[in-house]
């Protein structure tokens, strides 16, 4: 645990391959210190540095940890491609081993005691949002991704503010010029008709967790996205089209919300 300190405490120390690879594997590590706080932190800082190649290595390994047996491994993946996507990377293989996993991740906790963090929908949405604002992808794909991991079956409710990381996400590639208003509103399909299904009991979590984030997605509509902290809000695209489409769907469960 100690291995990295001079590192983390010396920027100026320049990153090599071998250590690229030791911090590639300790991201695995089942100890959130090692993993979270060590590994993360230096690959996030040394990714920029390193050449075309090796990032383009980084994020192969990381495409293969969608895979990876341990429920760790598979979900900090998303965050090494997301800081990967936003400096101008990209591969359609690494989107489509994200595409397969997000639909499909059974383990949907955001902390767990021993684990730490592993927030598989909220480190996708980082994913997703970084691939929805790059012009190298079809945002039309990665809207109708949100809807397929919003709909999907848990038992799993959002308790660590995953709905806001996924709306911010979805928010974010509907701010892509290109969308339609078609394109822009027509994900939602899916949701409406799982929501008109539904029946009298207990709401489901995926449709509390969808609920949820769609007013997420609602306000972002409203008052536009900010693709970081400190910029500037950007509205969406068809951001009416977008606020008016929720709303309706919204109304399907909630009246009120009509």
């Not at 590590?29 to 800082?45: F, G, K, M, N, W």
């Not at 290595?57 to 047996?69: K, N, V």
């Not at 509390?208 to 969406?236: D, I, K, Q, Y």
Request: hydrophobic content about 45%; glycine content about 6%; overall charge negative.
């Amino acid at each position: 645990m100690t291995r990295w300190r001079p590192f983390l405490d010396d920027d100026t120390l320049r990153p090599k391959p071998e250590l690229v690879a030791a911090l590639s594997a300790d991201l695995r590590s089942p100890d959130p210190t090692i993993r979270d706080e060590q590994a993360y932190v230096l690959l996030h800082r040394w990714i920029p540095r390193l050449p075309d190649a090796e990032r383009h290595r980084l994020g192969d390994e990381m495409a293969d940890r969608f895979t990876d047996p341990e429920i760790q491994a598979r979900t900090f993946a998303p965050l090494v491609l997301a800081r990967l996507v936003r400096l101008g990377d990209h591969d359609p293989a690494w989107q489509c081993a994200f595409d397969t996993w997000y639909r499909t991740e059974p383990d949907l906790r955001g902390h767990d005691p021993e684990l730490g963090w592993l927030h598989a929908v909220a480190h996708g949405a980082d994913l997703l949002g970084a691939l929805g604002r790059s012009p190298h992808t079809e945002p039309a794909d990665l809207l109708d991704l949100a809807c397929a991991r919003l709909i999907a079956p848990t038992e799993h409710l959002f308790d660590a503010m995953e709905d806001d990381r996924l709306g911010l996400a979805i928010a974010l590639t509907l701010t892509r010029p290109e969308l339609t208003e078609c394109q822009s509103v027509d994900w939602l399909a899916p949701v409406a008709a799982d929501f008109a299904a539904g029946q009298p009991g207990p709401v489901p979590a995926h449709a509390s967790n969808t609920m949820r984030t769609l007013r997420v997605l609602h306000l972002l509509a409203v008052r536009g996205v900010r693709p970081a902290p400190e910029a500037a809000a950007v509205p969406l695209t068809h951001a009416g089209a977008v606020a008016e489409a929720v709303a309706a769907t919204l109304a399907l469960p909630s009246p009120y919300a009509g």
